[in-house]
């Protein structure tokens, strides 16, 4: 089992209940207009994505908060690493929902430019090799790259500081990606 990080369907978002996202997203359009923005619902575009995005937390984080630490003011490591739901568009600030998640009592969303915004400037820090970090969205793509050798043979050949430390590349790699999805097909992202 465990936990991952996973994209949430149109169905799944408006379905309420333990089975879906539906108080998350009533609260969360509650606020929304409380601040005068528009409502969100995922497009219809969401239901034709290929396939969905799914990844593995599994490598321990240390290393990847000790990253954050370094190079993000505390507001924006709390923004990278304690949403409980990433939304595709551009949030001023998270917003904080009396509605449980999956591993907490109220729900953190915060929107999807922002956390991409900081998981490129930690990719940057890193060297990351983006060109060789899938991108392709399979299912537990960048589990599997990071964690069944792809990342140290290519490491091997593009040495530098993300190769040092794999899961922090990993995390960082994952963030980046996730933002990326939830922005190109525009749904939400969750853990589960």
């Not at 490598?59 to 370094?70: I, K, Q, T, V, Y």
């Not at 993000?72 to 929902?97: C, I, K, N, Q, Y």
């Amino acid at each position: 089992m465990g936990v991952y990080l996973v994209s949430v369907t149109a169905q799944d978002w408006s379905e309420p209940g333990e089975d879906g996202y539906g108080d998350v997203a009533a609260a969360l359009n509650t606020e929304l207009e409380r601040r005068g923005l528009p409502p969100y619902g995922p497009p219809e575009a969401v239901r034709d994505a290929p396939g969905w995005f799914e990844e593995k937390i599994s490598p321990s984080m240390a290393g990847f908060d000790e990253l954050c630490r370094a190079r993000l003011t505390p507001e924006e490591r709390h923004t990278l690493l304690d949403w409980s739901v990433l939304v595709p568009f551009a949030l001023d600030e998270g917003v904080l929902l009396p509605v449980g998640s999956a591993y907490t009592d109220e729900t953190l969303v915060v929107g999807a430019p922002h956390v991409l915004a900081l998981a490129e400037r930690l990719a940057v820090a890193l060297g990351l090799p983006l060109d060789l970090v899938p991108a392709t969205f399979g299912n537990l793509e960048l589990t599997f790259w990071f964690l069944e050798g792809e990342a140290e043979k290519a490491a091997a050949t593009r040495p530098g500081p993300w190769a040092d430390d794999l899961a922090t590349a990993f995390y960082t790699a994952l963030y980046l990606r996730a933002a990326q999805y939830s922005l190109r097909h525009g749904c939400p992202m969750t853990y589960c």
